[in-house]
Every structure is written in structure tokens, then in C-alpha cells.
């Protein structure tokens, strides 16, 4: 069994870079993983500003050229995350009390050198990540970047980006806009996709980051959110699969019972992504994340959980089974 040729879209997994714990260059059997299913990769950390840009102005792309590398060697495309975002900036960028130009040029600059670095190595970036909230979606989200450079800060980003790396697929990419907060916020988001294509700002997609879990959104309500991005006529892409199962805290391990809830609940979001999304706008989609080891959900939560395909022993679970038949 293998995920990718089972799609004719690309299939992808996040994975860490050196020098991060369970780094995919470090682990034979993660390699084994991503060649057998995967034919798009994405570094879960390793091409987010703090880690690229460590001190003012100085970049250091080791890290993150080495996955880049790797997915080459393996005939996988790279799916590159995130240029402008208000979370995992550096330390020094935390603490830069501004003025705004020059929180403008910061951001020019990191975003011109990235995407310039890797200009015809990435297929695709995630532009600008999480740019609303989910309280007032209304509203921009109040970030440094927001706050300094004003909301043109998005346009811009997208510009500077199509400027450096024209051949790249450029996305939007937020959370909870596949139903499982309401219609708002993705309404808000394709209220900007909207201005942008009708003034020709560059944008070919949206990511739908898709945290969820095996009640929450409805497919009816995913169904809803795919179609209306479709309808735009830009791609959609599933940009950070997992599904939880242990929401209520209820369980120590995963069950067979449980095990088998999640293993319908990826079948069925294929399948609607298979039905809503018309091949030529499949960007593709991406689990954040290998083996449940590997997950930043229980971190993030702070419970145990177990949303992924691969069990921490590298042991294909019921939910590869079903992502597989949905495929
Ligand atoms: C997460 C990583 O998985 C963690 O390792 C890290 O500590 C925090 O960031 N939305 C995103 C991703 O766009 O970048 C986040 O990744 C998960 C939520």
C-alpha cells in the first residue's frame, strides 16, 4: 500500500528538521515512512521565520535545505511553511519594539530572501498563516506584523513573494475554517481572496489547516467550506490533517472502538475532498505529522491523543486503512 499513487494529488506529511527530536534526517524509519506514502513534504517547524532568520538579517537555511534535498533525492515536491506569520518569530523579533518601516522592511526582506532561496526548489508556500481570529473574524488578528505595516501587510507579503519565486503556488492558510467554529471566519477569508483576485494580487490557493476530530466540523459543513473556496476557482489544499480522538479526555490508550471511529472519519474527509474539489484545483493533502509520537496535538492540548496515521512503533493504524479507501 502506498497513499501517494493511490492519489492523483500530491500526499504529504510535516516533518522535523536537524536539530529537532524525531528529525526525519535522523530516522531511518521515518524515511521508510515518507517513501512509501508521501509525495510531498513540508517542514513542521524548520522554514518558520525564527528558525530562518535566528538573528537580524543573518538567514540560516541548513536545516531546512537538507529536507529540501531529501524530498528531491525522492522525487517529493515541497510544500514550504509559513513566510509571514505572527507566531515562531525569532526572539529578537519579539522584542523589536518597532518603528513600523523597519518592521516593513524586516518583513520584505524575509520574505524576498526566502522565497527567493528557494525559487524553483518549492512548489507551493503558505504566504501569510492565520491572519484572523476566531472571536472577530471581522477583524485582522492584532499581530506585529498587522500592527506595524497595517492590513496591507497580506497583499504585500503575497506581491513580494510571486516577485521572488514566480512559479510558486501562493496560499492563504488558517484554522477552523472547515466548519468547526461556524462560516464566519472562512467568510472573512474569502472576502480578502476575493479583493485580492479581483484586483490581481497573486493567490492560487487556500489551506485549510483542518485540526479536528472525529465529531467536530460535520462533513456537511466541510463540504460547504471546500465548495466555496472552489468556487473561486482557486486550489484547496488540506494543509495540516489530524484527527483527535481523545477530546474528552476520556481514554488512556487508543481503543479498537476509538481506532475504528478515526479510521471512517479519514476516510470520509477524502472522500468529501474528493467530491468537492475538481482534480485541476487538488493542491493536495498534507498530515501534520508521521506517527502519534510525532503529533504536536498532546503537547498543545496537554492530553493524550493519538490523531495520526502510524503508531508510535511506526505500525500502520485503521486510519491509514480508511485515509486509503477515501482516497
Ligand atoms: C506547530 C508544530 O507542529 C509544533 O512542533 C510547534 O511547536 C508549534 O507549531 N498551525 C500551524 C503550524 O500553522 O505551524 C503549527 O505547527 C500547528 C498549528
Redesign the pocket.
Known sequence: LSLASLADFPIGA?V?ADP?PNSLMQSPQRQALMEQHFDSLTA??AM?MAYLQPAPGEFEFSHADALVSYAKANDMIVHG??LV?H??TAKWMDEHPGPAHEITQIMDNHVRTVAGHYAGKITSW?VV??AFTDDNPSEYRETLWYNNIGPGYIERAFRLAHQAAPQADLYY?D?DISGMIGPAKLDRVLEMIDDFLARGVPIHGLGF?M?IDTEKPSLEDIRESFAKAVARGIKVRI??LDIAVNQSEQYQHLTPEVAQLQRQRYRDVARVYLETVPAKLRGGITL??LTDSD??IP??KERADWPLLFDADFQPKPALEGFAQGL
Open positions: 510535516a522535523p529537532w513542521e517547524n518558520k511553511h509559513a506569520w507566531t515562531q503558505d498563516n492565520e492558510n484554522y489547516q485540526h494543509s495540516e501534520w505529522g503529533s504536536w503537547g498543545f
